[in-house]
């Protein structure tokens, strides 16, 4: 038996579609859903079935994946559990993946990608005991990117073994990149078009958090968020996170982190070598990127035209 940790904000109809699927996996004991402050109520999907418990956390303005998933996954009952996004469909045979205290399975965006599914990457299945010996996730990351990989790290070089799930054991609704990152609370093009471009991003994030786990590594050192109860009615609860205690990230170090971003997005958006990029400061990168973002909407402004 294991249970499945779902989180949500703002991707209800993504639910509505995967819950059915979830609910006839062989071996579900529970379904428990973080709601992340989702506008929409989504209170009467505890009605499809006895197994779903839903947790909803008030208050919260941004989407940031560590928080919601190790608060459900603390809220789960059995030792097993199968991390899945609210878009992902896992075939029967997820069940057949069972982890154990020296291994974890994960999907893999390296054989993900060429069928189209990268994004197998951020699901999984471990141990709660696998999962606590590292701390769950980093609730240092502040932006989307990098979260699933951080820990699959860390779980292994806690000597947990990392075990492919197959691609063809894992499906996806179909949705863009800007709905995937639409409740970041990304800077607009109006507002500063560098930021909001750096902030579309997969790299600036992916390289942003690589920098703070290198100097902030995430263990059981660190505390977890803590949440303090509303509410409770039958199978579904509502909470609110005690920001007081969220740790801080120190300006220097946030300013680090944006500035290998930005280097690493101009390297790869001009394909410069380690040399070229070895030289690039902040004022040069935003110099290309500028040109860049000018190239674009110059063919743009002569078609309206």
Known sequence: MFSLVTTCMNRESHLRQSLPHWLALPG??????????THESIADLVDLDPRIRICRVEGEAKWRQPYPTN??????TQEIILKCDADCIPSSRIGQYIPTADTF???NWRSGRPLGKACVNGQCLFT????????????????????????????????????????????FIEHTQEARVANQGLPTTEADPIEAFLHRQTT????????ISHYLPWGPWFPRAVY??????????????????????????????HSHALVAVVTQLFSLSPADAARLDRTRCNQLIRQHLAKKTAPQAQAAV
């Open 28 to 37: 579900l004991a529970e379904v428990v859903i973080v709601d992340w402050s």
């Open 71 to 76: 608060f459900g996954i603390s809220q789960t």
């Open 105 to 107: 399975y994960a999907g």
């Open 128 to 171: 709660r005991t696998a999962f606590e010996k590292v701390n769950g996730y980093s609730e240092l990351f502040r932006v989307y990117a990098r979260d699933d990989e951080d820990l699959y790290e860390r779980l292994s070089s806690a000597g947990i073994a990392r075990r492919d799930i197959n691609p063809a054991d894992l499906n």
């Open 204 to 211: 600036f994030h992916e390289m942003t958090n690589v920098v």
């Open 228 to 257: 303090n109860p509303i509410s409770t009615q039958d199978r579904f609860a509502s909470f609110k996170r005690d920001i007081s205690r969220e740790i801080p990230l120190s300006a220097p170090l946030l300013q680090q982190a």
